[in-house]
């Protein structure tokens, strides 16, 4: 079975940091790129990063460049996400999903998705 | 880069057709046929049903298509059926540094 199965996420201060992971089964992780997608509370979703197959092409949405880093163990069939810096506004449930090819901006379009992890980030 | 544009909500009876609009620029939506679109039902993560602007994944209804007008991408639910009420969103490929961007998302109401 095709799955995606995110942990890492809870409660944290703001200011700290947390990391989250995703792991795959039931396909060829190495054959794909890999994004992290969030929805905050009652809110749409809003892409935040995306990782070629091979890792060689890394893409960041502005609201957390320079604070969120993405990477992959293919190895370990892992996606990860190191969340740094964190804010309020960084409150939200945060999804793995499979890019339907190898590259991060190849298609666009994410045909399996994880349940989500969701972080919350309040003092 | 801002979200996408689409209507906050679309209705229609079962059995009628319904059109979701997602406008964007020529940085995203007109310049390329990367739009994608997915169903998203309340608690769950959303599923794709339009990738490529036009194109189906296997196990999608053909009720569902999509098309593309300058910078508009449009998704048109045909044969509307109770199942079907659910947030709809769009997604494009952008040219800014942000990589993807999505729509502000549909509620679809069947009366």
């Known amino acids: 079975e095709v799955q995606l199965v995110e942990s890492g996420g809870g409660l944290v201060q703001p200011g700290r940091s947390l990391r989250l992971s995703c792991a795959a089964s039931?396909?060829?992780?190495?054959?794909?790129?890999m994004h992290w997608v969030r929805q905050a509370p009652g809110k749409g979703l809003e892409w935040v990063s995306g990782?070629?197959?091979?890792?060689?092409?890394?893409g960041y949405a502005d609201s957390v460049k320079g604070r969120f880093t993405i990477s992959r163990d293919n190895a370990k069939n892992s996606l990860y996400l190191q969340m740094n810096s964190l804010r309020a506004e960084d409150t939200a449930l945060y999804y793995c999903?499979?890019?339907?090819?190898?590259?991060?901006?190849?298609?666009?379009?994410?045909?399996?998705w994880g349940q989500g992890t969701m972080v919350t980030v309040s003092s | 880069q801002s979200a996408l544009t689409q209507p906050a909500s679309v209705s229609g009876s079962p059995g009628q057709s319904i059109t979701i609009s997602c406008t964007g620029t020529?940085?995203?939506?007109?310049?390329?046929?990367?739009v994608s679109w997915y169903q998203q039902h309340p608690g769950k993560a959303p599923k794709l049903m339009i990738y490529?602007?036009?194109n189906r994944p296997s196990g999608v209804s053909n009720r569902f298509s999509g098309s593309k007008s300058g910078n508009t991408a449009s998704l048109t639910i045909s044969g509307l059926q109770a199942e079907d009420e659910a947030d709809y969103y769009c997604?494009?490929?952008?040219?800014?540094?942000?990589?993807?961007?999505f729509g502000t998302g549909t509620k679809v109401t069947v009366l």
């Open positions: 999903a499979k890019d339907m090819g190898a590259a991060v901006a190849a298609t666009g379009a994410f045909d399996i």
């Open positions: 039931g396909f060829t992780f190495d054959d794909y790129a």
């Open positions: 990782i070629s197959w091979n890792s060689g092409s890394i």
């Open positions: 020529s940085s995203d939506v007109g310049g390329y046929n990367y």
């Open positions: 490529d602007v036009s």
């Open positions: 997604s494009s490929y952008t040219s800014s540094s942000t990589l993807e961007v």
